[in-house]
């Protein structure tokens, strides 16, 4: 079945530095993948996607692309701000299937 | 703004009781789903509906049940709530026109 494997946290950065949070996923299928970011208090909400090899998403600075050869997605930011602590779930979407399959989620905290 | 409403914040109910979470959304999606978040394991997929009175079960519906009547509105049930029910649910809705979820704040249960 389809699962996703991303990287355990939580995970504490200075303001300005660089993120990584890595994201590998297996499929039975050609899936779409996902970023969703969770802030404190609130629902789930989309960041990005990607829904075919090689695609970049990208939005609010993060960018991810989907990589089919090492069947990754991993999310990348420059410059973290202390606005971007929250929880990241990584998530695919096989083809012709509508459910999400979610990772365990990384909570990320941005101190000043 | 489009929206995803659950009907309660906060919940604690006793072991053996029906409870009744329900969400509405308005964007006249067809696909609605219920997750389940817990600390270390991310979203689990309890139930998700593709139209008016379809169910399909996700990956634990064990002690759940759902209804449909209505577009708008997914309830989920827990027929006999127990304390390994105890914890955070996310409703969900997407349209396969435009695929992107939306989800409500969610709703914490706690079963004593």
């Known amino acids: 079945g389809d699962s996703v494997t991303q990287m355990e946290g939580p995970v504490t950065l200075s303001e300005e530095a660089f993120l990584t949070i890595n994201c590998t996923y297996t499929?039975?299928?050609?899936?779409?993948l996902f970023w969703y970011v969770q802030y404190p208090g609130e629902g789930l909400q989309l960041l990005l996607k990607?829904?075919?090899?090689?695609d970049k998403g990208s939005n609010k600075g993060f960018e991810a692309t989907y990589r089919k050869e090492t069947t990754s997605f991993h999310l990348e930011k420059g410059s973290v701000q202390v606005s971007d602590s929250a929880v990241y779930f990584c998530?695919?979407?096989?083809?012709?299937?509508?459910?999400?399959?979610f990772g365990t989620g990384t909570r990320l905290t941005i101190i000043p | 703004d489009v929206k995803v409403t659950q009907s309660s914040r906060y919940l604690v109910k006793r072991t053996g009781e029906k409870v009744f979470l329900e969400c509405v959304q308005d964007?006249?999606?067809?696909?609605m789903f219920w997750y389940r978040q817990d600390p270390g394991l991310g979203l689990r997929l309890i139930y998700f509906?593709?139209?008016?009175?379809?169910?399909e079960k996700g990956d634990i519906p064990e002690g759940y049940s759902v209804s449909r009547e209505k577009k708008e509105r997914f309830s989920l049930i827990l027929e006999s709530a127990s304390t390994n029910q105890t914890s955070m649910y996310l409703c969900?809705?997407?349209?396969?026109?435009?695929?992107?979820?939306?989800f409500g704040q969610g709703t914490r249960l706690t079963v004593v």
């Open positions: 969900a809705s997407s349209s396969g026109q435009n695929w992107k979820a939306f």
């Open positions: 499929a039975t299928g050609y899936p779409s």
């Open positions: 990607a829904t075919k090899a090689d």
């Open positions: 998530a695919l979407r096989d083809f012709g299937n509508e459910k999400l399959t």
């Open positions: 964007m006249d999606h067809e696909n």
């Open positions: 509906s593709y139209d008016v009175k379809m169910k």
